[in-house]
Structures are given as C-alpha cells and as structure tokens.
C-alpha cells in the first residue's frame, strides 16, 4: 500500500516545495486579483528584474503562472485563482491575516511605471526603469 502513497507524496511535495519560497509566494499575491507584467512586480517587491524572472519561470514550469504577451509588455496570471484560497488557509494556520496579504496585490502602487498604474501614460514610457523609493 505504502508503494501507492509514496509517488503521489513526492508530487505534492515538489508542488510545495516550487511555491514555497518567499518571493515566490510574494509574487503570486501580487498576480492574485489581476494580472501585472515584471515591472510591476519589480515595483510591489523591490527586487531585481532578473529575480523576479527567475522565479516566474519556476512558477510557470510548475503550471502555477501563465503569460501574454501585449505589446512590448508580458503579463503573468495565475493559472488556478484557488492557489489564493490555498496560501490564505496557510496563513491562517501560520495564525497570520489574510487580508494583510491581500493587501500586496492593490493597485495603483505609486511610483509603479507599469501600464495597469499608470494608464494615461504614453506605451513607450511604461516599464521604464524606475526605482520606487521604500519609506
């Protein structure tokens, strides 16, 4: 019987394991209401470009996130929304509030130069390079 457990355990695991690190999980409360391209992310995070990429693309090989492109922008969604119910159960058997997680994912984020929080903005502009000073 243990023979039947075991493979099904190690995919759950390996699940685990590809959401479980923080930035990951940060990420995917940011995409969670609505989709956001990097430069957004970048912004919520303050973390470098090349980070965020690095663990969209574990996201993505895990089938948690998925792209589209628009533009010169790619924005990544979640590809199953009850990932959040998810996380929100861990929240709260970690006895954290749920709703302050939430609370990532609001928009407009000041200083975000992406096209979601900055609508009026010219195309061209979006997504430039800025540095969202931290209080």
Sequence with gaps: MLSNVLPDTVSLASFIQKMGQQARIQILLVIARQEACVCHIEAVLDMR??????????????????????????????????????????????????????????????????????????????CRKVRVARS
């Design 49 to 126: 470009q090349a980070a965020i990429s690095q663990h969209l693309m574990v996201l993505r090989d895990a089938g948690l996130v998925t792209s589209q492109r628009e533009g010169r922008n790619i924005f990544y969604r979640l590809t199953r929304p009850e990932l959040i119910d998810l996380i929100d159960q861990m929240a709260i058997l970690a006895g954290l509030d749920p709703k302050r997680l939430a609370s990532i994912s609001q928009k407009p984020v000041p200083g975000c130069p992406c096209p979601q929080c900055n609508p009026m903005l010219d195309p061209e502009l979006t």
